[in-house]
């Protein structure tokens, strides 16, 4: 599996920036999985950002982002964009796509945590001053 990511660069607080993740040899044989969005600025944990249920397009956000991001797919094409509006400086850093097995958490099908996803792309880097 090899998720490749695009669309960083700079761009100053309250403006836009859309991020694609390209996936491909994508092996999972289950009906349904999660992709997701991680932020990681320097000295900080990876935190999640975005998360989607496919193939049914239930999305998932963390609180800091809802309302200014979104996350979507274009299944034909493989591919998972984050469309990033409204960016704030704090928002700068290393911004990974991941896939991963999708399951019931009692409210969800998937969980803004970085554990739960087993393929990572090499990310992209978004700063925002």
């Known amino acids: 599996v090899q998720l490749v990511e695009s669309g960083g660069g700079s761009a100053q607080a309250g403006g836009s920036l859309r991020l694609s993740c390209q996936a491909s040899g994508y092996g999972y044989t289950a009906s349904s999985y999660c992709m997701g969005w991680f932020r990681q600025a320097p000295g900080k944990e990876r935190e999640g950002v975005a998360a989607?249920?496919?193939?049914?397009?239930?999305?998932y956000y963390a609180d800091s982002v809802k309302g200014r991001f979104t996350i979507s797919e274009d299944i034909a094409k493989n591919t998972v964009y984050l469309q990033m509006n409204s960016l704030k400086p704090g928002e700068t850093g290393t911004y990974y796509c991941?896939?991963?097995?999708?399951?019931?958490?009692?409210?969800?099908?998937?969980?803004?945590?970085?554990?739960?996803?087993?393929?990572w792309g090499q990310g992209t880097q978004v700063t925002v001053s």
């Open positions: 989607i249920y496919l193939p049914y397009g239930r999305s």
């Open positions: 991941a896939a991963g097995p999708a399951s019931w958490y009692g409210g969800s099908w998937c969980r803004l945590s970085p554990g739960d996803f087993s393929y």
